[in-house]
Nanobody, 123 residues
Framework: VQLQASGGGLVQAGGSLRLSCAAS????????MGWFRQAPGREREFVAG?????????YYADSLKGRFTISRDNAKNTVYLQMNTLKPEDTAVYYC????????????????WGQGTQVTVSS
C-alpha cells in the first residue's frame, strides 16, 4: 500500500485546513486508515482513524474531538482530515497511516506510512 498525503500549509489560528490521503495498491485489504502527527521535539501522536469497510467507524484522540473530522471516499481510495478552529499547538507534520489488521492508537501498530505533510498554525 502506498499513501500520498496532501493539503498541509500555513494557516492562522482559528482557521481550517483539509488534509487528503490517497491510497494505492492493496487498498482492499486495509482495515483502518488514519492520521498521526509529530511536533518538533515530541513523540508521534494519534489524531484520528476510520474503518475502511462497513459503516466506517471513526476514532479520535480525546483532545481533538469536536475540532477534527475524519472521513473517507472508498471510490477514490482517499481519506480526509478536516481540521477546524486550528491552534498553534496543532502545528506538526501530519502522517497518513494504514493498518491491515486492527485499529490502534499506537504508531507501531500501523503497517504503512505516507510521507507527511506540514501544518503550521500561526498565532
Amino acid at each position: 500500500v502506498q499513501l500520498q498525503a496532501s493539503g498541509g500549509g500555513l494557516v492562522q489560528a482559528g482557521g481550517s485546513l483539509r488534509l487528503s490521503c490517497a491510497a494505492s495498491g492493496r487498498t482492499f485489504s486495509m482495515y483502518v486508515m488514519g492520521w498521526f502527527r509529530q511536533a518538533p521535539g515530541r513523540e508521534r501522536e494519534f489524531v484520528a482513524g476510520i474503518r475502511w469497510s462497513g459503516v466506517g467507524t471513526t476514532y479520535y484522540a480525546d483532545s481533538l474531538k469536536g475540532r477534527f473530522t475524519i472521513s473517507r471516499d472508498n471510490a477514490k481510495n482517499t481519506v480526509y482530515l478536516q481540521m477546524n478552529t486550528l491552534k498553534p499547538e496543532d502545528t506538526a507534520v501530519y502522517y497518513c497511516v494504514a493498518s491491515m489488521t486492527r485499529y490502534s492508537g499506537y504508531a507501531t501498530e500501523y503497517d504503512y506510512w505516507g510521507q507527511g505533510t506540514q501544518v503550521t498554525v500561526s498565532s
